[in-house]
């Protein structure tokens, strides 16, 4: 079974939102409001102006991170985050698709948003002057921050923000120079958040190749968590680190259900976690939450925590 401890699930005291996401080794953040929905299910202290205040701090940055995929990561951890994850590949595929015109994408998107302060991609399009639209422009962005020259802002409106890293963060980001260094900190790191798991788990979470998370892997040592009492049930948002973690999901999740959590095209459903087992989806419309379990669950279990997700979503702790 996968360790509800090594996920902070059972919610110890006094860690902040920085801590968290060091503990975790990043947050999977492409939709805000799930991503601050994790951190409520692994804090019974924390509010979601708390953890805004992390990220507009800058002690938590938004950026492209495992597997391309967008991320909250601590700013002490972004120069071995950075230096593992990063890729360009695909991104120049997007921007020839986009129809990205510029001799140099790098220096376009790099001067645009030099001094600019955050900028939603309705102000980046203004300011391209058609040289770039759409998902052309996150491209855009995407590749200078492969160069760590741009990370996400705070949300504008409920609309993403970007900004230069020099503006936002005081310097670009320098990637790790030493690999194996960064290779190691990310196994160990990973290890801790992750009991149990395999080489093949760190190579699907992160998008490295197989070969460098075995490497990695024989850096580290594992430290199984102390072997405590679950905390009986959780409301887990869509794409939270306990189901995103791993290679498979099938110790967590029947295989008859899968397709009421993974509906398809993209979609991730928030889970009910019965003992650490997924039981069931919820959703939620404002402040309202609504729970649609797989099976009969004792009566009154979610209770606590539907009334904790309500708490949180109306601004409290």
Same mark, same amino acid.
């Given at each position: ?5 090594? $996920?902070? %699930? @059972?919610?110890?005291? /006094? %860690? ?10 990043? &947050?999977?953040? $492409? *939709? ?51 230096? %593992? !994850? ?8 997007? %921007?020839?698709?986009?129809?990205? !015109? ?9 001067? !645009? =948003?030099?001094? $600019? ?17 759409? $998902?052309?422009? &996150?491209?855009? &962005?995407?590749?200078?921050? #492969? ?7 705070? =949300? ?6 970007? &900004?230069?890293?020099? *503006?936002?963060?005081?310097?670009? +980001? ?15 790191? #990973? ?38 009492? /679950? ?10 680190? #306990? ?13 008859? @259900? ?8 993209? +979609? ?11 039981? /069931? ?18 009566? /009154?279990? =979610? ?9 949180? =979503?109306?601004?409290?702790?």
């Amino acid at each position: 079974m996968r360790s509800i401890e090594a $996920q902070l %699930l @059972h919610r110890p005291s /006094g %860690l902040t939102a920085g801590e968290i996401v060091r503990r975790l080794v990043a &947050v999977q953040a $492409q *939709d805000v409001p799930a991503a601050l929905l994790a951190f409520r299910a692994r804090s019974a202290t924390l509010s979601p102006a708390d953890v805004e205040a992390a990220w507009h701090g800058r002690e938590i940055v938004r950026t492209w991170g495992p597997r391309g995929t967008l991320h909250f990561a601590h700013i002490d951890d972004l120069p071995w985050v950075h230096a %593992l !994850t990063r890729r360009d590949t695909h991104i120049l595929r997007r %921007l020839r698709e986009e129809g990205v !015109t510029a001799d140099d994408p790098l220096g376009l998107i790099a001067g !645009t =948003l030099d001094g $600019q302060g955050p900028l939603t991609k309705a102000d980046l399009e203004d300011r391209l002057t058609g040289r770039a639209r759409g $998902q052309g422009i &996150v491209a855009l &962005v995407a590749l200078a921050a #492969y160069h760590g020259l741009a990370v996400l802002g705070p =949300l504008h409106a409920g609309k993403p923000t970007y &900004v230069h890293a020099a *503006d936002w963060l005081g310097a670009p +980001v320098v990637p790790e120079p030493d690999h194996e260094r960064a290779l190691k900190e990310l196994a160990i790191r #990973y290890r801790r958040a992750h009991h149990p798991a395999a080489p093949e788990d760190l190579a699907a979470w992160s998008g490295l190749p197989l070969g460098q998370a075995r490497a990695a892997w024989g850096m580290s040592a594992d430290e199984p968590p102390p072997d405590r009492e /679950g905390p009986g049930a959780r409301l887990l948002p869509a794409f939270d680190e #306990y189901l995103m973690g791993w290679r498979s999901r099938d110790p967590i999740l029947a295989a008859e @259900h899968a397709k009421q959590v993974f509906p398809g095209g993209g +979609v991730l459903r928030p889970v009910v976690l019965v003992d650490g087992v997924i039981k /069931g989806v919820w959703g939620r419309k404002g402040a309202q939450v609504s729970v649609r379990p797989f099976e009969s669950l004792p009566a /009154g279990l =979610l209770d606590d925590e539907i009334a904790d997700v309500r708490r949180f =979503l109306a601004g409290e702790p």
